[in-house]
């Protein structure tokens, strides 16, 4: 697949709220420019950086202005990217499939896409609070698609991002 067939487009969900819709195998990634912090929920694949980097620059960014990559989940079409941001965090169970490099769990071998190796820097916990100036995210444990997964809630504007837990039409994914 070419870069232009792959080509990533940018929707403002909320000021300084955007989604970055990609084709698959790979999932969407969400901005969320906080006044103190810029936020990336998942990071997509690993050969979708470029496009990613791109979208970023559309929106005046670089990759080193990304002060986190919070990963909804372990699986390759939601972390491939990471390593090319400085921090990330994960639920602790994510964090440690990660670490392990746990291909069967991370599904990078069955769709062989092998994932650089990156270590989780932060292991979240449910109701841990990720404060944006602006924004503010809560962790929800989600468990269900994977052990590891989290939905994030912005309770002051009443969003969820649910990774792969709901998918899309409101299907629920693992349950």
Same mark, same amino acid.
Do not use: W
């Given at each position: 697949m070419s870069t232009d067939e792959r080509k990533t487009k940018i929707v403002e969900l909320r000021p300084g709220i955007y989604q970055f819709r990609v084709e698959r195998p790979g999932s969407h990634v969400y901005l969320i420019r906080g006044q103190v912090k810029n936020v990336l929920i998942d990071a997509g694949t690993a050969y979708n950086f470029e496009n990613l980097r791109d979208c970023l620059a559309e929106l005046g960014l670089e990759p080193g202005q990304i002060h986190l990559v919070v990963l909804t989940h372990e699986h390759f079409d939601h972390i491939g990217a990471?390593?090319?941001?400085?921090?990330?965090?994960?639920? &602790?169970? *994510?964090?440690?499939?990660?670490?392990?490099?746990? #291909?069967? %769990?991370?599904?990078?071998?069955?769709?062989? &896409? =092998? *994932?650089?190796?990156?270590? %989780?820097? +932060?292991?979240? #916990?449910? @109701?841990?609070?990720? @404060?944006? !100036?602006?924004?503010? =995210?809560? %962790?929800? /444990?989600?468990? !269900? /698609?994977?052990? !590891?997964?989290?939905?994030?809630? @912005?309770?002051? /504007?009443?969003? =969820?991002?649910? !990774?792969?837990?709901?998918?899309? #039409?409101? +299907?629920?994914?693992? %349950?």
């Open positions: 990471s390593p090319f941001f400085y921090d990330t965090a994960a639920h &602790r169970l *994510a964090a440690n499939k990660i670490q392990l490099q746990d #291909e069967f %769990v991370m599904m990078s071998k069955y769709f062989d &896409r =092998l *994932a650089k190796p990156f270590q %989780v820097d +932060i292991c979240l #916990e449910g @109701e841990t609070i990720i @404060e944006l !100036g602006n924004y503010r =995210l809560t %962790v929800l /444990h989600t468990p !269900g /698609h994977t052990s !590891g997964s989290i939905c994030l809630y @912005e309770p002051d /504007h009443k969003l =969820l991002f649910t !990774g792969d837990t709901v998918l899309s #039409e409101g +299907i629920l994914s693992g %349950v």
